[in-house]
């Protein structure tokens, strides 16, 4: 009993911490309602730039311009969106980031100004919060291709592409790119998808195994500490795989012993609709 009041005691007086602490203001703005209403006002006042944008594609490269009109089509549709899906790779990157004010992250393709509130809401620093897209319909969107970035070795100590990676034409160079401006230590999260077509395929990135695009991690010195995975057989009978990724740039200049790259063994012939989850000691 003694030990129960003792514990007790310490539950009120110094309770245990969370990986990160947010904000009163930022905590009561996640709430369901509240994030739907002042998302929806945010996006609102940024709605009469979108038009304008939506129709400006100066793309000469034909892959990066049919994805410029896909993508467009998507927003011109979807003009307004309180979808909170790009928020689980904001929690993976949860526990580490507990000086996140002060450090620099990079969105790729948030499409609007939606994701960098998100990003706002999980700590980050207006003034550190950074993103690019093929158009932008808000001054903090920079207009840049995502396989031509310019910006400098060692920038960022994030990067973020919720469900970009389906479009990119050289996925081996673009994660070398990543890795380029990732900062030693610093993180990328994002997801990539299979899908085992049996008709026709829309983007040629989809039909990357998980296995394929991790190798690819390991030769640009991103190491693998999160990773989550499910199968299932769509509709039409494709096999479809999504993998979520987390993954952490190295210094391969030290000479490690104990450094192992954490790839997965992926089963493309398991149970579908199963879902894996595998963390190493060091999750992000």
């Known amino acids: 009993m003694l030990l129960f009041l003792r514990y007790l005691k310490k539950a009120f007086v ?149 469900r970009v990676y389906a479009y990119a034409k050289d996925p081996k160079g673009f994660i070398a790119g990543i890795s380029r401006i990732l900062k030693t230590g610093g993180k990328v999260v994002f997801e990539a998808n299979y899908i085992d077509f049996k008709n026709s395929k829309e983007w040629s990135t989809d039909t990357i195994r998980g296995s394929e695009t991790m190798g690819y991690l390991a030769e640009s010195g991103l190491n693998i500490s999160y990773y989550r995975y499910y199968e299932k057989i769509d509709n039409s009978g494709n096999e479809q795989a999504s993998h979520s990724i987390g993954a952490t740039k190295i210094d391969k200049s030290k000479k490690n012993k104990d450094l192992v790259f954490f790839i997965p063994e992926l089963n493309s012939k398991s149970d579908h609709d199963e879902q894996h989850i595998v963390t190493s000691e060091n999750s992000i």
């Open 14 to 162: 110094n309770p245990e911490r969370t990986g990160y602490q947010y904000s009163l203001i930022r905590t009561f703005l996640l709430k369901p309602v509240i994030f739907d209403i002042t998302s929806l006002i945010i996006q609102l006042v940024s709605m009469s730039r979108q038009d304008k944008a939506l129709k400006n594609n100066s793309e000469e490269d034909g892959h990066f311009n049919r994805v410029f009109d896909y993508n467009a089509m998507v927003t011109d549709k979807h003009k307004i969106s309180t979808t909170r899906r790009p928020e689980e790779y904001f929690r993976v990157l949860g526990p580490c980031a507990k000086n996140r004010e002060n450090q620099k992250i990079l969105l790729i393709g948030p499409r609007n100004v939606f994701e960098l509130y998100l990003c706002w809401l999980y700590g980050f620093k207006w003034d550190n919060i950074f993103s690019i897209d093929l158009y932008s319909n808000h001054p903090k969107i920079q207009v840049m291709n995502m396989e031509e970035m310019t910006f400098p070795d060692e920038t960022f100590d994030y990067v973020l592409l919720s």
